[in-house]
């Protein structure tokens, strides 16, 4: 299953709460379906996004949804530890897991050397799932977005075709943050 039908299900399945979308392909293809207010695309700073999850979650009452890679989560696994940790009950940590570094030339990462289902159950994730299909996808994203007793990882094995995501994120950072920040604010 592409990265794109898993996008558009996020995008619409989520559309009332904050969403942090990783850098590269994943952001600029998160774009190009529908940009939105609550979208926060991360435009540089690989691994990162989980941080700023992590943060925001801690911060807010509503579901705090953070879109990572397998690429990007591997550059920056101490965020796991974090997310554990600290009271994010309310995080929902999906990694698209297509085993590859996809916008710097597809090359392969170690994403198979890891199952980031058990890791995160065994740091103290309260819940981690692995899937590969849309119907299942969307039917646990539904449930999470209500429970809010998490913090949940689910892990989406998609596969690695190569697409262009369509053109650059036409927003500067601060346009990103200021608008993301008031769609925040007002929620």
């Not at 977005?145 to 949940?152: A, E, M, W, Y």
């Not at 601060?174 to 608008?179: G, L, S």
């Amino acid at each position: 299953m592409s990265r794109k039908k898993f996008l558009n299900s996020i995008i619409d399945k989520c559309d009332n709460y904050p969403i942090i979308f990783t850098t590269g392909y994943t952001c600029r293809e998160a774009y190009n379906i529908r940009d939105a207010a609550n979208h926060f695309y991360m435009v540089g700073s690989m691994g990162m996004a989980s941080s700023i999850g992590v943060g925001l979650a801690l911060n807010i009452n509503k579901p705090v949804i953070v879109v990572d890679g397998d690429g990007s989560l591997l550059m920056n696994p101490s965020n796991l530890f974090m997310a554990a940790t600290l009271d994010t009950k309310n995080l929902i940590h999906i990694v698209l897991d297509n085993g590859s570094y996809d916008s710097t030339g597809g090359q392969p990462t170690i994403a198979n050397d890891f199952n980031f289902e058990k890791i995160a159950k065994s740091i103290g994730y309260e819940r981690a799932i692995t899937v590969n299909k849309l119907n299942e996808f969307e039917a646990i994203i539904e449930n999470e977005l209500l429970d809010l007793s998490g913090p949940v990882l689910i892990s989406v094995k998609i596969s690695n075709e190569k697409t262009h995501p369509g053109g650059r994120i036409e927003l500067s950072p601060e346009q990103i943050y200021k608008r993301f920040n008031e769609f925040v604010v007002n929620m």
